[in-house]
């Protein structure tokens, strides 16, 4: 054979072993993906079972099940006050809860160490306490918000892209996060759907929007709030829609189960 030849022949077998190479590389890659995968997803349980609203209960006709969403919507003005679904099943204190959320108008977000407010009779099921804030216009997704003065009437107790330290002697220390509100609130998507991330160890409250850290409290005031229930929430104003999907949460290690 002559020398071209040759040389034809061995770049033939590099590039073809060079080829299944880079395919057994894809497939471990997508292996390893798949492992990493599972392990991030390690120790969470669904709260939502994609078809009813088994193990929770909230105001009649206002919650609905679509397309496997739990789906809040109010087709006319809705005087209030706001209403929630409430998680009838275990609500551990220390948790890290993952969900999916996609607004049409209006304000919404998820209770957490939370308490009905209500009268049993009157079947309102307003909740008050820690929220996860979020609303279609993307101004206060992401904040730690103190729902109906629960949390001691805080309000807004953290804005976006702020972490904020309550001490036991009342003082109040913000500091700023890496990412500023403007930059989070541009990683929000409008009308699309959305990964939030709820982290709650203790005193430590942690908001994610999309991967990124939207706000924190670090509550060491006598007004934190231990434990408490889940819940959603359909604010009260002008017509609105909220759909929520893939809720799942992890008791966190000294985490306390209460309902």
Request: charged share 25%.
């Amino acid at each position: 054979m002559k020398q071209s030849n040759l040389i034809r022949a061995a770049l033939a077998v590099f590039v073809t072993c060079g080829a299944v190479a880079c395919l057994f590389a894809d497939d471990k890659h997508e292996d390893n993906a798949t492992v990493a995968a599972a392990k991030d997803e390690a120790g969470f349980q669904p709260l939502f079972d994609g078809r009813s609203l088994n193990n929770w209960e909230g105001r009649e006709g206002f919650w609905r099940v679509e397309d496997g969403c739990i789906v809040g919507q109010t087709k006319e003005k809705f005087g209030g006050p706001n209403t929630f679904l409430v998680y009838k099943g275990e609500a551990p204190s220390d948790f890290e809860l993952r969900f999916e959320y996609r607004m049409q108008g209006g304000n919404s977000g998820i209770q957490y160490r939370s308490k009905m407010l209500d009268d049993n009779s009157k079947k309102l099921f307003r909740v008050g306490g820690y929220q996860a804030d979020f609303d279609a216009n993307n101004t206060f997704s992401g904040i730690v918000y103190d729902e109906a003065g629960v949390a001691g009437g805080r309000n807004i107790m953290a804005e976006r892209g702020t972490r904020v330290t309550y001490e036991k002697d009342g003082q109040k220390k913000v500091e700023k996060l890496p990412m500023s509100n403007q930059e989070l609130g541009a990683a929000i998507k409008k009308g699309d759907w959305n990964q939030y991330v709820v982290i709650v160890n203790g005193p430590h409250l942690i908001h994610k929007i999309n991967g990124n850290t939207t706000s924190e409290v670090i509550d060491h005031s006598d007004k934190a709030l231990k434990s408490g229930i889940l819940a959603l929430q359909l604010h009260a104003g002008d017509p609105m829609k909220v759909e929520f999907r893939n809720l799942r949460i992890k008791k966190l290690d000294g985490g306390t189960s209460e309902k």
